[in-house]
């Protein structure tokens, strides 16, 4: 989805690097998240921001840190990136439920990073 | 968080319609069902979303019977382009987080 977009594509980097994996969005939504997911295997979530001072970790935080600089940026940061986060990196946003609890809302993906740590 | 279960896979051939049923017995009052698509190396993106009896929209039909612990995904005549890996969810209203299981993975033959 174009409204979603992330920086870089595609990412080598060698362990103990720090790495920052970037995510922009044009859709004005207020909640951001980020997934990981391995081959073959579902998305796990990383961290998730329900506003900017709103940062919560998800299901796989260690290893991981995140930074939400305005409404429509959240990056991801691994302090000292290890082999095992060799994986497909995912940014999501979604906008706050609609009123009257008709339904939640739907999250919109980014294109995806793939990061290979050696 | 509750916990769904759905085939790993399933195949079926261009034309025909396709049937992927999930399992959630442990639904929760104010869980939605939410199915997205993945195709490889693409985020999930967004296909329907029920809370009881039958939905219905541009792409997909979405059959969920009155004890809501299981609900069933009807993709109408599939075309290669329907391959993918499909997800059951549920998401309540609050939503603090998104569980996406390892989904089924339909391969739909010529």
Not at chain 1, 57 to 77: N, T
Not at chain 2, 20 to 33: G, L, P, R, V
Request: one cysteine or more; proline letters at 5%; a positive charge.
């Amino acid at each position: 989805d174009a409204d979603v977009t992330q920086t870089p594509r595609n990412r080598i980097t060698k362990t103990g690097k720090r790495i920052m994996l970037e995510c922009s969005q044009t859709k004005g939504h207020d909640r951001m998240y980020w997934y990981r997911q391995d081959p073959g295997l579902g998305l796990q979530l990383i961290y998730y921001s329900f506003d900017v001072k709103d940062i919560n970790k998800g299901e796989i935080s260690d290893g991981y840190s995140v930074s939400r600089q305005a409404q429509a940026k959240f990056s991801l940061s691994l302090e000292s990136a290890i082999p095992n986060q060799t994986a497909l990196y995912f940014c999501a946003t979604s906008g706050a439920p609609t009123s009257g609890g008709a339904g939640t809302d739907t999250q919109y993906f980014g294109p995806g990073t793939r990061l290979t740590v050696l | 968080l509750a916990k769904t279960t759905q085939p790993i896979s399933m195949d079926s051939y261009e034309g025909q319609e396709v049937n992927i049923t999930c399992s959630h017995n442990n639904i929760a009052t104010n869980d939605y069902i939410t199915w997205y698509q993945q195709f490889p190396s693409q985020g999930p993106r967004f296909i329907i979303q029920g809370y009881k009896t039958k939905v219905t929209n541009e792409v997909a039909s979405l059959f969920i019977p009155a004890d809501r612990k299981s609900s069933t995904l009807s993709l109408p005549r599939v075309s290669l382009s329907d391959t993918a890996v499909y997800y059951c969810l549920l998401m309540d209203t609050g939503r603090r987080a998104l569980t996406f299981g390892s989904g089924t993975r339909l391969q739909v033959q010529p």
